[in-house]
């Protein structure tokens, strides 16, 4: 498993959810992007929603430090067994910008992206989460987090040199797995050899 594209896959698997739920009433189409906000491209492209990563964080309630034991058919035949650390548990959160026409058009999508986030707290499959750094059976879930204050906020504005926007901030609950092992060596023939000592008299 490529588990290297974790934050990538997530982000591409948020901006590409949100793109097939979220729409205007005229019909015309919402633009997405996965990027921090800025740049006059913003104004081309409006209305806009942009998917920007702004924070990574251990999951300390879940992390494990057992190691599990696991095997694997070499192609030779023979059976290998290995202890496989503990996956890392993370929080990624990505915050979802709206650029519209109007104040009225960004809220109005704002409370689509709410809406989108309630409906999916749970995703899996290949069909909804993109990439391979997550496995079919593997869920992730989605959360809006509600400790974004404002000024956590107004250092995101002022580090992107951009005015505040009305913005929302998800949640994606992942496991990375570990790539350490620990090999396991068994005893597979053991070979006695026995010695008679004759003394003649």
């Not at 694997?72 to 979802?96: I, N, T």
């Not at 707290?121 to 974004?148: C, F, M, T």
Request: proline residues 5%; negative net charge; charged residues 30%.
């Amino acid at each position: 498993m490529a588990n290297d594209r974790i934050v990538w896959d997530m982000a591409v698997t948020l901006q590409e959810l949100l793109r097939s739920q979220v729409s205007l009433p005229s019909g015309e189409p919402v633009h997405f992007t996965i990027d921090t906000p800025g740049g006059t491209s913003a104004e081309e492209a409006k209305p806009l929603v942009y998917v920007c990563l702004y924070e990574v964080e251990e999951n300390v309630a879940f992390r494990r430090t057992e190691k599990t034991l696991a095997a694997s058919v070499e192609a030779d035949g023979d059976l290998h067994e290995y202890y496989r650390f503990p996956p890392l548990p993370l929080y990624l959160r990505f915050l979802l910008i709206s650029v519209g026409r109007t104040r009225e058009e960004e809220h109005r999508l704002l409370g689509q992206l709410l809406r989108v986030i309630h409906d999916h707290p749970v995703l899996q499959g290949d069909g909804i989460v993109k990439g391979d750094s997550v496995a079919p059976d593997e869920k992730v879930y989605l959360a809006v987090r509600s400790v974004w204050g404002i000024e956590a906020q107004s250092r995101f504005w002022r580090a992107v040199g951009e005015r505040f926007r009305p913005s929302i901030s998800c949640q994606v609950g992942v496991n990375v797995d570990s790539e350490r092992r620990e090999q396991i060596v068994r005893v597979k023939e053991r070979v006695v050899e026995v010695k008679r000592n004759i003394t003649g008299a």
